[in-house]
Nanobody, 126 residues
Framework: QLQAFGGGLVQAGDSLRLSCVAS????????MGWFRQAPGKEREFVAAISRDGSSTYYIDSVRGRFTISRDNAKNTAYLQMNSLKPADTAVFYCARGRFGMNWKSALFTPRDFGAWGHGTLVTVSS
């Protein structure tokens, strides 16, 4: 089970940190990812992090502004979002990669992930 929280209403240029807490004792066995879904749009991959946290991948629109990280001792993944823009407004979801999935430094798709948390809404006003 995954629980994401930390969303809210902020102004353009502000920062937010999303957290995703996973239950169970095998958190470190999974690649973790963040997706987002804006109103009227499909769910979009945002970032992923490898099992040990040594590798990360971002979509171009957030690279340099967002940072994904994880603390395996706390079963938690994070998404630090800086310099937020109105275009970042969306419901953000954390997701757990499918067991045994290989890391790739490329776009992930929703089918790469087998468990999802409830979303947390991020609203960025201009």
């Amino acid at each position: 089970q995954l629980q994401a929280f930390g969303g809210g209403l902020v102004q353009a240029g502000d920062s937010l940190r999303l957290s995703c807490v996973a239950s169970g004792s095998t958190f470190s066995s999974y690649i973790m990812g963040w997706f987002r879904q804006a109103p009227g749009k499909e769910r979009e991959f945002v970032a992923a992090i490898s099992r040990d946290g040594s590798s990360t991948y971002y979509i171009d629109s957030v690279r340099g502004r967002f940072t994904i990280s994880r603390d395996n001792a706390k079963n938690t993944a994070y998404l630090q979002m800086n310099s937020l823009k109105p275009a970042d407004t969306a419901v953000f979801y954390c997701a757990r990669g499918r067991f045994g999935m290989n890391w790739k430094s490329a776009l992930f798709t929703p089918r790469d992930f087998g468990a999802w948390g409830h979303g947390t809404l991020v609203t960025v006003s201009s």
